[in-house]
């Protein structure tokens, strides 16, 4: 018998190897249901329940009307229907082909609504016959009532040769869902949270005056529920408000002012509204965040690339999109590379499709301190020109990290505002000078952020730190402000 | 494949390495087996490591839905499995345990042979435990190893230097006696 350790070591590799029995099918994996069972009986009842599952879901999709249940409870019908839009997108993949398939839905409900966390589909070619099934995890948030749809792009895949040339789809796995009710915040402030326990709002995001997102993170200890993330929309300027998404993790928002259309980045996820918040679709984009947008298809963000030393030692690549943030291209950067890849940074602003703004932040030191710089494009951010070094020259804030800074350009692109923990500066000159601003800037308040910019002197913004976190506007270009909404917390 | 949109380039290389579930079925049909083995042998139960490489799994294809690439699949599930088997899913194995207690699996039988090498593998600590079987059993390049566990070459060697002497102690201990 051989002494050698690595090979006796790969020999009993080997013979276990050989004595694992039959793998467990992608759906015991991966949708819960039953684990691979290791007893002749088990294995029995669970070949028994997959093949009533694979029953159920090529029931449905032939007759194109599965009331659409997970795989743990499917004795409870729902009101959802699923309609496939004509336009499906199927480009040549490989071997095979992939695209994005449109869909409705509908929910018949008048009262409950349902989050919609996966879809099945069968493609199908001209006579109608199925080529293939797939199933894709999607986000979709169905108010009630019969008018309330959405449009996912649901992905598919596939090495078979064979186009497709049409879709059949059905909700596979949907969750009824507190419709949140909008909740009026009376002045002075419910001592409720009006919004969410534990919502700290750090991103606002306005079309005009009146309609607009806030977005930020749930931290609710006490709270059942351990989602981390929400976004609320508001159609009277901000004074009420419900939640139309939440997210696994804090989340911010973009949008473009003057259309329907706003992107979310929450962690991994990324999503997309074209209809002022009501229904969202995901963007497969990657790391990309999305910034700044001038309409509904030009836009600009950014893509960090985590560095080998850990935190505050990465890079960011500004990448920039034409078609609404489905896809996105790289675009020059005039940063240092020591960029701090975190939440909002760094910041950029676009007003128009050549002008447009980026603040810089990078490490000083051993990481306690930071550096900003702001740069300025009139050609789309082929070239940059520096405009302001440290605009944190001075004030009790000097020398703080701007963690979660935040800078945006008003419509006209004369006023720009930045802020984050180093305190809120303000330039009217285009960038080149910035001045404190202390009436929101002071000790007790040292975290505000989340600027949009919902008219030439309209702007709102969220106050992060110090004083209760809360929802603020100003409506003199961001001289001064006044709370819109306070936010109690958790 | 979903096509690579990244603007970065270099992290574009591995999109193909996003699980979707062409990609599970393919491991499930494919390293499966081979991966529950490396399991078993750097924690000792095979359910457990059944167990563990299910959970891993799960998690890389929740993953692959929030639009994140993997390196290398194949090592991050293993390496996760092995972390799971270790600290995780604690309850689970103590059923699991009890379950085998009450009836126990046919086909566990193992040789002799196989039986001494988990047992001296199973005392080494766990950092050479990993590297040892990752490298030899996996055929995972050390490179790689370092970056899944997150330490350097130089250290994986080390590890694995160690584990070598060890087990051949281990083993030919065994055997003398």
Known sequence: ?490 | MQTCRHPCASLCRNEGASLDEASIQRFLTGDYARVVAAVTLACGSQASAEDAVQEALRRAWERGQRGEALDSPTAWIAVVAMNLAKSGLRRKLAERRALDRLAPRAGSDLSEDTMEVMAAVRKLPRREREAIVLHYWLDMPIEDIGKQLGVTSGAVKNSLFRARRSLEKALTEEVGT
């Open chain 1, 1 to 490: 018998m051989t002494r050698d350790p690595a090979t006796r070591l790969r020999n009993a590799g080997a013979e276990i190897a050989s004595r694992v029995g039959r793998s467990p099918s992608f759906d015991e994996v991966i949708e819960g249901a039953p684990q691979a069972p290791k007893r002749a009986p088990l294995v029995t009842a669970g070949l028994a329940f997959a093949a009533l599952a694979i029953g159920a879901i090529l029931f449905a999709g032939l007759t194109g009307s599965f009331r659409g249940e997970g795989p743990r409870n499917r004795t409870a019908p729902k009101p959802l229907r699923a309609t496939v839009i004509k336009g499906a997108t199927v480009l040549p993949s490989g071997s095979g082909y992939a695209g994005n398939v449109p869909v409705t839905i509908t929910n018949d409900s008048t009262t409950v609504s349902y989050e919609v966390t996966m879809m099945s589909c069968a493609a199908i070619n001209a006579d109608g016959r199925v080529l293939f099934w797939f199933r894709t995890r999607v986000l979709a948030f169905v108010r009630p009532g019969a008018t309330q749809r959405v449009v996912p792009n649901v992905p598919f895949s596939s090495d078979q040769p064979v186009r497709p040339s049409g879709f059949r789809c059905h909700v596979f796995a949907a969750h009824p869902r507190d419709p949140h009710p909008p909740i009026r915040s009376p002045q002075p402030p419910n001592p409720d949270n009006p919004i969410a326990p534990g919502f700290l709002p750090t991103d606002t995001g306005f079309w005009d005056t009146s309609h607009g997102l806030v977005a930020g993170r749930i931290d609710c200890q006490t709270c059942a529920d351990k989602t981390s993330g929400a976004i609320a929309i508001t159609s009277d300027g901000g004074r009420s408000w419900h939640v139309v998404l939440t997210t696994a993790n804090p989340a911010h928002v973009t949008v473009a002012r003057g259309t329907s259309s706003a992107w979310v980045w929450a962690g991994g996820e990324r999503l997309r509204s074209a209809d002022f918040g009501a229904t969202w679709q995901r963007l497969h984009i990657g790391g990309v965040i999305p910034e700044s947008f001038i309409n509904a298809s030009d836009g600009w963000g950014f893509f960090p690339v985590p560095g080998s030393g850990g935190y505050g030692s990465g890079a960011a690549v500004i990448a920039r999109t034409t078609d609404g943030g489905r896809t996105w291209t790289g675009a020059g950067s005039p940063c240092p590379s020591r960029w701090f890849p975190g939440p909002g940074q760094p910041s950029i602003s676009f007003v128009t499709a050549a002008d447009g703004l980026v603040d810089c932040h990078w490490e000083v030191g051993a990481g306690m301190f930071s550096n900003d710089a702001v740069y300025v494009t009139r050609d789309g951010g082929t070239s940059w020109t520096l405009l302001a070094m440290h605009i944190v020259p001075s004030g009790p804030h000097l020398g703080q990290p701007p963690a979660g800074a935040d800078m945006s350009m008003s419509p006209g692109g004369s006023i720009a505002l930045s802020g984050g923990r180093a305190g809120t500066y303000r330039t009217s000159d285009g960038g080149a000078v910035w001045t404190y601003l202390p009436r929101i800037s002071s000790p007790d308040v040292f975290d505000v952020e989340g600027f949009s910019w919902a008219s030439p002197t309209t702007v709102f913004a969220t106050r992060i730190g110090g004083l209760p976190p809360a929802i603020l506007r100003s409506t003199d270009a961001g001289l001064t402000w006044h709370v819109v909404l306070l936010l109690p917390g958790d």
